[in-house]
């Protein structure tokens, strides 16, 4: 019997969901009501790249050596330092006659749940991969549960720049949603993938004063070009003080885009009283903010980052497609 | 120049605040706008007693050896791998001219800010706690600064029950905040300390059905004789499909006070879509809970547990004076 959640592919330990496991049962045979992707590219969740590549200095090869090791060893790609894993897009291969998420062989999708849960096998060696990016070119198979997401590529944009927005579709949708008209938001982290959508979307949800916080000059530049804040300071998002200067008057919400640690504390400053957090960094620690609010005597409400909000794919590939400043930022990244 | 959040006791790393920073200077000389206590009684954090009891075998002498070495090096009691704390009582024994604190020398308090971000000093080394409880007796001094918490012990309450409430005493503030009247809440840990309070708050809020889940036969039968719950289940809070079978019908608001790691997986499953989680549990992944929900495609809530919600000490004391049951766990536990 197949488990919705995948329960029937942990190999160990014993009893975990997939996202928890140590090992996944990565077979190609899909069972009733699973389906069975193609792959055709990876990409790494940011704070998982920079991991590796701090820890191997920029080497692409042992970069690329250590990917393989993980996916062969844990039949999934999740960094084992940071926990977290990224996305992937590929061609549908085969769909059980069971399977709920009506998908039809052939269709070009990304997966919007994360690698950390979804059974991955390689089989070129990722020959294809220097190593050095997030986005990873790569032939082998992934799985799908009954209880996964995946979208539909679009006709209309490059799949490399709907796999980019696709793997941050939650943050947009999700700052929609605690943002309410009139509130003044700040994010952090305001010309990166999340953040430059999260700026959008607040935007879109009727928020008053924007600031986009970023730390260097060169993305300020961007940030400013791009029109998406009403006002961008450069900041190190990891000093408390500086980053609450940088924001200036306390805001109604706080938007954590950036993926490094130890942000939380300048977060909870730079959030007015009553006000709300909402952390998307992967490299969030629960214990620092939680203590960090209470050390500061800070009356925020903290939100760990959902990626799953009902109808955030479209949400965010709309936001893309209408937001001028939004579309620029990403296809500088993708050097297109 | 002081900083009302302590940024001058920082000795290292420069920049962050005092509850990031690796050494805090203790002296006991105060700034204008600070705050000496005679420390009496430290009360460690459950995470944090449990880490260190358990990578010791349970041996008190090296359990006081490495709580003394980390206060003598950090000049704070923060637990170098949960990062947590706790929190303390003593007596207030300098009030700097500029305090906003508004309390006198003599007044008996316990400090409601976390003992990662104060600092400390122990002068008797320790040599009337032997090791085996989160409670440790102690001499020495500890520093508040302009923007602490600290409640003045209440006469009417044993100060030994009044430090246990008070450590936890974010967790009820902010489950009534969060509780709607009618709603069905799960309170995984419902016999322990912050447990009882939420279950209790819980149903002052005005909670529908109320489930607690705990890990024992005995801690259920405690929670049955308590009466805090409408329906009391016992599970295993790793074991992500055994919680959610617990629970039964999906609830709208899971509390998770059980300080374990991998609880985040089972809690999402037990939330209907559209609920909220709160996690109190200083032993929460950021990660797994962002992911996990994710991969279960579950549009959940997730809060991260702030031990700050104002008026938090005289809600959670009220209940202990005027709910029978919480009272009764919690000199169960102290035994009085």
């Not at 950036?258 to 977060?267: I, K, M, Q, R, T």
């Amino acid at each position: 019997m197949s488990s919705p959640v995948g329960l029937h592919r942990v190999l160990a330990p014993a009893g975990v969901l997939p996202q928890a496991a140590q090992r996944l049962d990565a077979r190609s045979e899909i069972s009733a009501d699973e389906v069975r992707i193609a792959v055709e590219r990876l990409n790494l969740d940011a704070a998982s790249f920079r991991q590796l590549a701090q820890k191997h200095g920029g080497d692409g090869d042992r970069v690329r050596a250590e990917v393989l090791d993980i996916i062969g060893t844990r039949g999934k790609m999740q960094n084992p330092v940071t926990g977290s894993g990224g996305m992937l897009i590929g061609t549908v291969d085969e769909v059980g006659p069971d399977s709920p998420l009506g998908l039809t062989k052939g269709d070009r999708v990304a997966t919007l749940v994360s690698l950390t849960l979804t059974p991955l096998a390689v089989t070129d060696g990722l020959v294809g991969w220097d190593g050095r990016s997030e986005q990873v070119p790569c032939v082998g198979h992934a799985i799908l549960f009954a209880r996964s997401v995946a979208a539909v590529l679009p006709d209309d944009l490059d799949p490399r720049l709907a796999l980019a927005v696709l793997d941050v579709c939650g943050a947009p949708a999700l700052t929609a949603r605690v943002v309410r008209p009139g509130a003044s938001v700040a994010v952090v982290g305001g010309a990166g993938k999340s953040g430059s959508l999260s700026l959008a979307a607040a935007r879109r949800a009727g928020a008053g004063r924007t600031v986009g916080v970023v730390p260097t000059q060169a993305e300020a530049a961007l940030l400013r070009g791009a029109g998406l804040a009403d006002h961008v300071a450069v900041a190190d998002a990891r000093d408390p003080v500086a980053l609450a200067a940088a924001v200036g008057e306390p805001v109604d919400v706080t938007v954590v885009c950036v993926d490094v640690p130890g942000c939380e504390h300048g977060a909870i400053l730079a959030t007015a009283d009553g006000g709300t957090v909402v952390f998307f960094s992967m490299a969030t620690s629960f214990a620092a903010a939680a203590l960090g609010a209470e050390g500061l005597a800070a009356d925020v409400t903290m939100l760990v980052g959902n990626g799953y909000v009902p109808g955030h794919a479209e949400y965010a590939l709309g936001l893309v497609r209408e937001v001028p400043g939004v579309r620029k930022l990403f296809e500088g990244r993708l050097t297109l």
